[in-house]
């Protein structure tokens, strides 16, 4: 924790947590340090010991529960985890640090623009999700954070990340999710120059700075994802997950290769 967290830290005395860590599997205390004002805490309620925010637990939560596994954290169900063949398009975060590490089922990816798609920069992937180099039918659990969003062609990523899929396998995701109004297209890119439709909204990106969101999925991404032959549910999180597992304010879809 750095010196310059600490108004933060005070500002947000009364929304601290302590719980369990889907993650790391540790008794936990969950930090809110941001001076903005919170909103929502899906991007918060940081793990003093792996680092996760409320998101990423809630995605191993979600994982676990796939599996059909009794253990409630991701460090407690990995000798079952590295039996399985994962993909995550992303990198660094407490899911890869937790069973990536010499774990050959498991590849990790960035979109790194100064890195051949298919080559390795530290040991993780350079790929675009529109068109992935991995075989057909290669996983059983393919993961995106946030990820989707900021792809320009979406429905090319969906049919990959379901290619790559072995039949019955998981794609378990988040993206921004309005859940009472349909998609809201952004942007477009065409011929390699963005066009913009609305405003350029631009998430924080731990390689790129910021990056742009393409669009805000809506509640028709269910029926998209059925297009694409994947049964898909929403789970949002209840006071329950709160109060357990500092898991606040956040959706994950899970969608299964059919
Ligand atoms: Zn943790």
Known sequence: MRWANLP???????????????????RSLFLVFETREARHFRERLHCVFCKSV???????????????????????????????????????????????????????????????????????????????????????????????????????????????????????????????????ERATLENGIVKHLLPPEYHGDPIRGEILAFRTFGYDIFERLAKFGFEAKLSQTFYQDTLRYAIADSHVIVSRKR
Do not use: M, W
Request: glycine letters at 8%; aromatic letters at 8%.
């Open 54 to 184: 409320s998101r990423n637990r809630h995605v191993a939560k979600e994982i676990l529960s796939v599996f059909g596994r009794k253990e409630n954290s991701i460090q407690e169900a990995k000798p079952f985890l590295k039996t399985l063949k994962i993909y995550s398009a992303s990198s660094g975060d407490a899911l890869h640090r937790t069973l990536g590490d010499g774990n050959p089922n498991f590849v990790a990816s960035e979109y790194f623009p100064d890195v051949p798609i298919g080559a390795t920069k530290n040991g993780v992937s350079c790929q675009n999700l529109e068109s992935l180099t991995f075989e057909s039918e290669a996983f059983d659990l393919v993961i995106t954070e946030d990820v989707l969003e900021h792809v320009a062609d979406f429905e090319k990523a969906f049919s990959e990340i379901h290619r790559v899929l072995k039949r019955g396998g998981y794609h378990v995701f988040t993206v921004p999710l309005l859940l009472d109004a349909p998609t809201l």
């Open 8 to 26: 933060g830290l005070a500002k947000n005395a009364l929304r601290h947590r302590v719980g369990k860590c889907a993650i790391c599997g540790k």
